[in-house]
Nanobody, 127 residues
Framework: QVQLVESGGGLVQPGASLRLSCAAS????????MGWFRQAAGNEREFVAG????????LYADSVKGRFTISRDNDKSTLYLQMDSVKPEDTALYYC????????????????????WGQGTQVTVST
């Protein structure tokens, strides 16, 4: 099991940038494929971005492609989500999640393969 703690959320204006962090502890961070998900009020949790154990492969939801960048620092056991050109529809509670087992790329865009989750950090985009 890995423990995950997100930070970096807040209130920002449309068009601004924000960087989320997810600090991991417990088992070796490099063992895990990592993902960012978000959940807006009244909506289901949705995939945002994913990154392989080495960081060499990344995956994005179409809604954030070209605006968000996922990265990781295995030496610091930290996952990041750089959010640029944010929009009001990006408002949500953002979660990081860890997946240890192998699965398909398609499955990585669903919550099912992820077994450890953080508590979430709120991002609100508004004027």
């Amino acid at each position: 099991q890995v423990q995950l703690v997100e930070s970096g959320g807040g209130l920002v204006q449309p068009g601004a940038s924000l960087r989320l962090s997810c600090a991991a502890s417990g088992r070796p961070f490099a063992n895990y494929f990592m993902g960012w998900f978000r959940q807006a009020a009244g909506n289901e949790r949705e995939f945002v971005a994913g990154i392989s154990r080495s960081g060499g492969f990344t995956l994005y939801a179409d809604s954030v492609k070209g605006r968000f960048t996922i990265s990781r620092d295995n030496d610091k056991s930290t996952l990041y989500l750089q959010m640029d050109s944010v929009k009001p529809e990006d408002t949500a509670l953002y979660y990081c999640a860890a997946s240890e087992g192998g699965t398909t790329t398609s499955a990585r865009t669903t919550p099912q393969p992820y077994h450890d989750w953080g508590q979430g950090t709120q991002v609100t985009v508004s004027t």
